[in-house]
């Protein structure tokens, strides 16, 4: 990969920890100053190897790593600016939170007068202005994570990486934190790399998500398109919940195709991943693109199904049907539309459009 202007570049870089198996292979991924861009995949997909060796903590096998259009393979991590928080803490618990604040600028050997400005300006800017003499024991787990992010970001850092920082907390914490970091970075234009494996964290933090899984990018792009617009199954499946159909394309025609479903159902679907007429496939369809008893015509695929579940979830209601061959197939019914009255063994028709519908590499 060529050298680029972007402020972090990984340029084909690979990991191997045995010298014979990959964990991250021929990485080539570009970060642009005040991005807020999140590596997300399953456990042991390479997302956290890709972080520590940004941080200087692994080493690249191959390739080269830049910062700035500064190549930093041979840099020693306290020598490369960058602020880290991890799911941990890792505070000091012997030091009150100005001085946890205040370490790594007097590590800096920043004058008493500026380091205690900075540090008053980090509490204000996590809302824990009075805490400063607080002990980290004597904080919520919440406000711990807060003052970790403080002191990833009082000494200025040219970037921040976060390492699964909110995994510790309970959900509801764990959203208010996402916001708070998210707005964080929006008032200080600070570029963050964030490493998660919680789709949701993702989508609501990042300018642009790079989906990880076998120490490969399945696919990089923003939080809509890659929910909208999955390149591949995987990615389909591991953003949002997922109808997956099964069938083979029986034909192909201006970027659409005909699929023959186990049962004999013939469906219209998006070709985006599919080697051909004859090959396998796999439809990817979201739950809230299906409509209930369409009105004749009005969708271009329409299906019998027959009702196996219905459970009322306040905004929504949540209803499993069998159809075309599968029985785990999820319609989201929003209560905005009316009162949904489907009781189990009702026979119903449900639709859906064509392009909503994209056939994609076999799961088969």
């Given at each position: 990969m060529e050298r680029n202007n972007s402020y972090v570049q990984f340029a084909d870089v690979q990991k191997s920890y045995d010298g014979e198996s990959l964990v991250v292979k021929n990485l080539n991924l570009s970060v642009e100053q005040g991005e807020f861009v999140t590596l997300l995949g399953p456990s042991g997909s390479g997302k956290t190897t890709c972080l520590m060796m940004l941080a200087g903590f692994e080493t690249a096998t191959h390739g080269e790593i830049f910062l700035d259009g500064a190549p930093i393979n041979n840099v020693s991590p306290h020598k490369r600016?960058?602020?880290?928080?991890?799911?941990?803490?890792?505070?000091?618990?012997?030091?009150?939170?100005?001085?946890?604040?205040?370490?790594?600028?007097?590590?800096?050997?920043?004058?008493?007068?500026?380091?205690?400005?900075?540090?008053?300006?980090?509490?204000?800017?996590?809302?824990?202005?009075?805490?400063g003499s607080r002990l980290p024991g004597q904080?919520?787990?919440?406000?711990?994570?807060?003052?970790?992010?403080?002191?990833?970001?009082?000494?200025?850092?040219?970037?921040?990486l976060m390492d699964e920082p909110l995994g510790a907390l309970d959900k509801q914490l764990r959203e208010q934190m996402q916001y708070e970091i998210k707005h964080i970075h929006e008032n200080l234009n600070v570029t963050v790399i964030y490493v998660t494996h919680d789709q949701g964290e993702a989508l609501t933090m990042s300018n642009r998500i790079a989906v990880f899984n076998d120490g490969i990018i399945q696919q990089l792009a923003a939080p809509g398109v890659l929910y909208e617009e999955p390149d591949n199954s995987f990615v389909a499946q591991f953003i949002g919940e997922n109808n997956v159909l099964h069938g083979k394309v029986t034909g192909l025609k201006n970027g659409s195709c005909e699929v023959e479903t186990p049962n004999g159902e013939q469906v219209t679907a998006k070709a985006v991943n599919v080697d051909g007429v004859g090959s396998q496939t796999t439809l990817s369809l979201r739950p809230e693109r299906v409509t209930v008893n369409p009105e004749s015509g009005s969708c271009a695929n329409m299906v019998e199904a027959s009702v196996e579940?219905?459970?009322?979830?306040?905004?929504?209601?949540?209803?499993?049907?069998?159809?075309?061959?599968?029985?785990?197939?999820?319609?989201?019914?929003?209560?905005?539309?009316?009162?949904?009255?489907?009781e189990y063994g009702q026979k119903i028709s449900v639709g859906w459009q064509s392009e909503d519908c994209r056939a994609l590499d076999s799961l088969v």
């Open positions: 600016e960058i602020g880290m928080v991890f799911q941990n803490y890792a505070l000091f618990p012997h030091m009150t939170v100005s001085e946890n604040l205040a370490f790594p600028l007097r590590v800096r050997k920043l004058p008493a007068s500026e380091v205690d400005q900075r540090v008053e300006q980090a509490l204000g800017m996590v809302q824990l202005g009075e805490f904080l919520s787990g919440g406000q711990q994570q807060r003052v970790a992010v403080a002191r990833a970001l009082v000494f200025q850092p040219k970037l921040v579940e219905v459970i009322y979830l306040g905004d929504h209601v949540r209803t499993r049907v069998s159809l075309c061959g599968h029985n785990d197939f999820i319609i989201k019914i929003p209560n905005a539309s009316g009162h949904v009255n489907l």
